[in-house]
C-alpha cells in the first residue's frame, strides 16, 4: 500500500584515535580516521507519536519538508521522521500517499450545505486501486426508509464506483478502482440537511503489483483469518437503499471454507435485510419488486433476506444464526433496491475460516 522506494543517509563519524606513546620520542602521535556509515530504509507506513490512531510514511527531514508534510515523531531508528499529511479544505487537492482529508473545522461537525469535495492525484504511474479508510464518518440518512439525505460519493476512472453511502460508517473502508490511469479520481460529500456531518479519511494508493491489493470490483476487502463484516451504516441503524456491492475475504493458506455467525445483539437486529418474510430468498417481494438480500456463493441458497438467516426451507443452516461456505473465494454480494422499505438495520456477522481438514 505504501511505495517501497528506499533512501539513503551516509553518516560521516570521526573516530579519534590515540597512538601509543613512543618513549624514544618521548610524545604522542595523534591519528585522525573516518568512517562513512550508510543507513537506508525503506518509506513505509509508520505511526504518528502525537496521535496513535494517524499514520503518516517515514522520510528524511529534507524529504517531509519539501512535500509539505508534518513532522510527528522519529522512525527507522531515528534516521526518519513520521511525515503526517492531511487536507480540511474543501476542494483540495491529495498529491501524497496516506492522507487525510477531513471536514473544515474537524473535530468539530461540518455544517455548511452543499458540496465538500477533493481531488486525488496518483503519486506514480502503477496505482491500481485506493483504500479510503473512515476513521470517521457521520452523514444524515434518512431514518427508517435508507434512502441518503447528506451522501458520499466517488468518481473513480474506470467507472466502476462504489454507490453512494451516507448514516454512520466510522471504522468502514471502501476500495476504489483506479486502472493505473492518469485521471484523478474525486470524492465528495453533499451535505443536504441542517444538522451537517463530520469525517476523517485516509486515502491509501495500491500499486498494481502490491499484496495489498483487493479483487477486482471488491469495494470492501478483508484478510485474516477471522474477523467482522457489517453493511454500511449498520452502526446508523438503516440498512442503505439503492445499493449493490461485494464484500471479499481473502482465503488464507489452508483454508477450504468459512463460517459466518450473526453478532449475538438485540439492538441493533444484528440480521434484518428487508421487511418480507423471512425465507423469501431470491430477492423479490410480495409486490414483485426487488428487495434487499445477500448472495454468499457456496453456501446452500446462494441468497438470503429477511429477519432470519436461513434456508428457502426455512430450516437454519449450519448452527443456529450462522452459514457456512466453500469454495475458491469467500465473497458476500450486498443488494437493497428495495422500494417499500420502511424499516431494517442490515446485517452485522463475525466470519471464521474453516481448515481444509474438516468436513463441510
Avoid at 508534510?69 to 503526517?84: E, L, Q
Avoid at 474543501?90 to 477533493?118: H, K, W
Avoid at 440537511?193 to 486515502?203: A, C, F, Q
Avoid at 431470491?282 to 436461513?310: F, H, K, R
Wanted: glycine fraction near 10%; charged fraction near 15%.
Amino acid at each position: 500500500m505504501v511505495s517501497q522506494s528506499f533512501k539513503t543517509i551516509i553518516l560521516l563519524t570521526f573516530l579519534f584515535l590515540v597512538a601509543g606513546t613512543e618513549k624514544s620520542k618521548g610524545s604522542r602521535e595523534k591519528k585522525l580516521f573516518s568512517l562513512f556509515n550508510i543507513v537506508t530504509f525503506a518509506n513505509e507506513q509508520c505511526t504518528a507519536k502525537s496521535d496513535t490512531s494517524i499514520y503518516g510514511i517515514c522520510y528524511t527531514n529534507t524529504e517531509c519538508e519539501s512535500r509539505s508534510g508534518t513532522k510527528d515523531g522519529n522512525c527507522a531508528a531515528g534516521f526518519g521522521v513520521c511525515c503526517t499529511f492531511s487536507l480540511s479544505s474543501c476542494g483540495s487537492t491529495v498529491n501524497q500517499n496516506c492522507t487525510y482529508i477531513q471536514n473544515p473545522s474537524f473535530p468539530n461537525t461540518y455544517s455548511t450545505s452543499g458540496a465538500c469535495s477533493y481531488t486525488i492525484n496518483y503519486i506514480q504511474s502503477d496505482i491500481c486501486q485506493l483504500r479510503l479508510d473512515f476513521n470517521m464518518f457521520d452523514i444524515t440518512d434518512v431514518a427508517t426508509t435508507g434512502v441518503c439525505t447528506d451522501s458520499f460519493t466517488v468518481t473513480g476512472p474506470t467507472g466502476r464506483n462504489p454507490s453512494v453511502i451516507c448514516g454512520v460508517n466510522t471504522g468502514q473502508h471502501m476500495y476504489v478502482e483506479a486502472g493505473s490511469s492518469t485521471t484523478a479520481t474525486a470524492i465528495g460529500f453533499t451535505i443536504a440537511s441542517t444538522g451537517g456531518g463530520s469525517w476523517r479519511i485516509k486515502v491509501s494508493q495500491i500499486e498494481c503489483t502490491s499484496n495489498a491489493r483487493a479483487p477486482t470490483d471488491c469495494v470492501q476487502y478483508f484478510t485474516g483469518i477471522s474477523g467482522e463484516v457489517k453493511s454500511f451504516n449498520f452502526d446508523g441503524g438503516i440498512q442503505l437503499r439503492d445499493i449493490q456491492y461485494t464484500i471479499c475475504i481473502r482465503r488464507e493458506t489452508g483454508s477450504c471454507g468459512i463460517q459466518y455467525t450473526v453478532q449475538d445483539n438485540t439492538t441493533p437486529d444484528s440480521y434484518d435485510l428487508s421487511d418480507a418474510s423471512a425465507n423469501a430468498n431470491g430477492g423479490s417481494s410480495a409486490t414483485g419488486e426487488s428487495m434487499g438480500y445477500i448472495a454468499v456463493p457456496g453456501s446452500n441458497t446462494d441468497l438470503y433476506s429477511g429477519t432470519i438467516l436461513s434456508s428457502q426451507t426455512g430450516t437454519a443452516e449450519g448452527v443456529d444464526g450462522a452459514l457456512l461456505a466453500t469454495g475458491m473465494t469467500f465473497i458476500i454480494g450486498v443488494t437493497n433496491t428495495d422500494a417499500d422499505q420502511t424499516s431494517s438495520n442490515g446485517f452485522d456477522f463475525v466470519y471464521a475460516q474453516t481448515p481444509c481438514s474438516l468436513s463441510i
